[in-house]
């Protein structure tokens, strides 16, 4: 592939307006400016062709560092700031890393690297320098426990579903998510925003919900994209009655219908849907119609993407998927047909499949198979219930039972969880065999979302 053929962020950069601007809590440039600008300590050709990791504090730096890097460095790793630097030296090795970008150079000194470029704030002047190689973007899963896997991307397969796309109808879209762009949801939004000639308001670590939302207000957001959880939290919050994007979306989790129903009252005139996507299967389908679950009409049918359920597990093959895990003893990404295996579970009714919960996160309760999703869907059906999570307890008869957690939708409901409990209790035995049904109901101030954005299950 020559040069010219090559396309690298830095071509979009004066797509739109140049009031178009990238921003968060304190910093905001405009992206034409950022052609002509670098947060670099060194000259960005001395990491041509390198293999480089972004290792930022904040995602506005990073998102400026990712546009210079694109089309420059032969491979980017995305290093969210809460990697665990037990597993640093493993990554450095499995990504064949000779670079690393930060803003702090102590974390890294001790593994073996001899260019660690500082970078940060205030912007420079730079020249722009040729664009010479179709970066491979790398980016850790973001499971529970043990070491994150690498997948790789290129741009051609992340911009897959955003290339030719007229979801953002608006003119200047503004967008926003609640992700970190450093992975795949966020850099999503991330990516629609510099191809599609938006801006993008970035979300801050630490930021009370309030004021977040306020100021995604303030910023006059259109289009915004989160889990079920951060959407769960946001619902719960004051604030979201003076927030009125015209776009919402959902992904990372399964969106429940009572959730979907609550985004639907807040935001009466949005779009409002949910999307299948995962670092590694790439973006697969979105649903519009306000459903949970998705047409069966899709299974073999989506748009540029083939689905197949086998063993009750969806599996994606399309252009849009990573390439490949990257590492030493890296595992084989697809099946011998091209398939992602998903591990996320489906189930056939009707017309129309339901995600069940992940393959990984059964409940065995005597034998029989509890997932945690479907008994928080029934839950969350409750108009007293925000958010709630299952788990197992120890059973010295069954192996294990299920036992729930649930956030009440409003304080005024703190004095009847008497009768609340009993209503879900009733609500569960009616729609769910006794095996699945929660053995005890405890009501908290609130539940914990990892890093990701979804809910913790092993906090």
Known sequence: MSPRE??????????????????DVTDEVAFADIAHASCL????????????????????????????LDGVARRMLLCPPDVEMNYAADLIAD??????????????RDLGLDTIVTAGLPLHPAAPVAITH?????????????????????????????VGDTVAKDAH??????????????????????????????????EAIGDHLARLAARGVTHISGTPSHWRKALMNPAIGSFRPNYVRLSGEIADQAVLDGLRHAFPLASIGHA???TEAGVGFAVDDG????????VGNAAGI????????????SNRTAHSYVGRIAPALTDADGFVDTGDMVELRGDRYYFVGRRDGVINVGGLKVHPEEVEAVINQHPSVRMSRVRSRRSPITGALVVAEAVLASVADAGRTGAIREAILANCRAALPPHKVPAAIRFVQQLDVTASGKLARHA
Not at 6 to 23: M, Q
Not at 291 to 298: I, K, T, V
Request: avoid cysteine; glycine fraction near 10%; charged fraction near 15%.
């Open 291 to 298: 459903r949970e679950g998705f047409p069966a009409s899709l």
């Open 95 to 108: 990504a064949e890393i000779d670079a690393i970008v930060t803003d702090a150079p102590e974390r890294w």
């Open 306 to 317: 083939t689905m197949k359920v086998v063993d009750g597990s969806l599996r994606i093959k």
């Open 6 to 23: 090559i396309v690298a962020l830095r071509h979009y950069l004066t797509n739109g307006p140049d009031a178009r601007t990238l921003s």
């Open 276 to 278: 299948y996507a995962s």
């Open 41 to 68: 300590r060194i000259e960005l050709s001395e990491l041509a062709g390198r293999s480089v990791l972004l290792s930022l504090s904040t995602q506005f730096v990073t998102g400026i560092a990712m546009i210079e």
């Open 134 to 162: 179709a970066t491979s973007w790398l980016m850790l899963t973001s499971g529970t426990t043990g070491r994150p896997k690498i997948v790789a991307h290129t741009l051609a397969a992340l911009t897959g579903a955003i």
């Open 173 to 206: 879209p503004v967008w926003a998510t609640f992700y970190d762009i450093r992975r795949y949801g966020g850099l999503q939004i991330f990516l629609r925003a510099v191809l599609g000639g938006g801006s993008l308001v970035l979300s801050a670590p630490g």
